[in-house]
């Protein structure tokens, strides 16, 4: 492999010469060889827009060369593009505050932009893509672009489009009328759509709860710089940055009030996957819901079905399993695992800044990630095909019980309960028992037992 020699304040380091990237990134490539977990590309992405952004503002203000300045710009526009993925190998287990990667983008933009713009390595890394800011600005206000932008890219179109599935199930199956239960035994009626209206509520409500807590995103650290004070920035650059950031994303940026705060703490981002970890929660009850009510084909509920996707065992022949309800409740358990990492480490900031940053964004925007991809898989290959079976659903519903309460307000909780244990007991019909006891005649009984009273539809 052929070699070119780049320096820093070190000293040397032998760089494989068709890479962009620089000797600090070099560095922390040969020291960090932990795992298998790289910086994510959206957070890469996310630092090309800042460094665009702070190119914008430096040159506006004078500081920055109007050469050096189109020369970063349109090395930045380029990474935007994904032409230089390959650029940005370091991993997530590096220092804390994430200064390697801030570096490894410096780099890579330094160096493209000096070919772009012919300058011959009159752009640095650190003097002129650097200008005005700090990792310890720059990575969190990094982590808050990428996390913001990839809900509206990714998890908003999905949730979307889940919510319009739930509510076309809703309405074709909402006069049809089903067993319910509760505690995993049977209860009183309900229909299947309004079963469905309950799974729909929750995704709107966690849409509801992601929506108002990814405008805590909004809020960026750009502007402290080392500590929180500002140094080598001018006062007006952080406002200036996110005004620029807002231009180039559409999105409502604003430099943070309290640099202190921004810095050291990484409540909002807390806070917000607090939210991402409800929407885990309820995606996990409403893909349990689909493999219990699916579940069979002739030795279970089996009161809907779901498509065939893929066999379902290398032994069983025609075995046919819930594997998009299996997926996504993993998928949800690692929502769960990731919250608790987050937290922790959100909690980890010492004095003027917290050093857990690379792995609180790398956790976040994975959760983003597969929850998007995991609840449009769920919807395209699994919620609409649901079909309902019945012939199943009318004759579970007639076997129940728990029909008996309708008797409550005629003859009482006590008698009713007796007809109850005695159909159970003796293998009879509700109706059988009913009038074995006496309590009421086969008019009244058929008067009183009405399912469709039963589920309070609202026409």
């Known amino acids: ?74 090395a930045c526009d380029e990474v935007l593009e994904g032409k230089w993925d390959k650029h940005f190998p370091l991993s997530v287990w590096q220092t804390g505050s994430g200064t390697q990667s801030n570096m490894n983008v410096n780099e890579v933009v330094a160096r493209r932009g000096n070919e772009l ?28 672009i990428a996390a913001y932008t990839e809900v509206e890219k990714r998890l908003k179109p999905a949730l979307n489009q889940f919510k319009q599935t739930l509510q076309d199930k809703e309405k074709e199956y909402m006069e049809l009328i089903k067993i319910g239960r509760t505690h995993l035994q049977d209860a009183t009626p309900l229909t299947l759509g309004q079963e469905i209206s309950g799974w729909r509520t929750m995704i709107e409500r966690s849409s509801q709860m992601i929506e108002e807590s990814q405008k805590y995103l909004l809020n960026l ?13 001018a006062p007006e650059f952080g406002d200036q940055v996110a005004e620029q950031l807002k231009k180039q994303t559409g999105y409502e940026f604003v430099s943070s009030d309290n640099k202190f705060h921004a810095l050291t703490s990484h409540d909002e981002i807390v806070y917000f996957h607090g939210a991402l970890k409800a929407l885990a929660a309820d995606v996990m009850k409403v893909a349990n819901d689909v493999r219990w009510l699916s579940s069979g084909p002739r030795s279970g509920i089996g009161e809907i079905s779901i498509p065939a996707n893929e066999p379902g065992s290398s032994i069983m022949p025609g075995k046919v399993n819930p594997t998009q309800s299996e997926a996504l409740t993993m998928v ?20 003027e800044l917290n050093v857990f940053k ?36 009318q004759q579970l519903m007639e076997r129940s019980l ?58």
């Open 1 to 74: 492999m052929d070699y070119r020699i780049e320096r820093d304040t070190l000293g040397e380091m032998k760089v494989p010469s068709e890479k962009y990237w620089g000797a600090q990134t070099q560095r922390s490539k040969e020291n960090f060889q932990i795992g298998i977990e790289k910086m994510p590309l959206e957070l890469i992405y996310a630092f090309a827009h800042l460094k665009k952004a702070a190119a914008v503002v430096n040159s506006a203000s004078g500081k920055l060369a109007k050469e050096k300045s189109e020369g970063i710009i349109a």
């Open 117 to 144: 713009a012919k300058l011959e390595g009159a752009i640095h890394p650190n003097d002129d893509v650097n200008m005005s800011q700090s990792s310890n600005d720059t990575f969190p206000t990094a982590m808050h």
């Open 221 to 233: 650290a750009i502007g402290g710089t080392a500590v929180g004070t500002g140094i080598n920035a």
């Open 332 to 351: 949800a358990t690692q929502i769960f695992g990731n919250d608790a990492t987050i937290g922790f480490a959100a909690s980890q900031g010492n004095f």
């Open 358 to 393: 690379p792995v609180i964004i790398y956790n976040t925007l994975q959760s983003i990630r597969l929850l998007s991809d995991g609840i449009r898989s769920f919807d395209e290959k699994c919620a609409s095909g649901i079909e309902a079976n019945l012939e199943t659903i």
């Open 402 to 459: 728990m029909l008996v309460t309708a008797l409550n307000p005629h003859i009482g909780y006590e008698k009713s309960a007796e007809i109850a244990k005695l159909a159970h007991n003796k293998g009879l019909t509700l109706k059988e028992a009913a009038l074995e006891t006496g309590y009421l005649t086969a008019e009244q009984y058929d008067e009183w037992i009405n399912p469709s009273q039963m589920v309070n539809l609202k026409k």
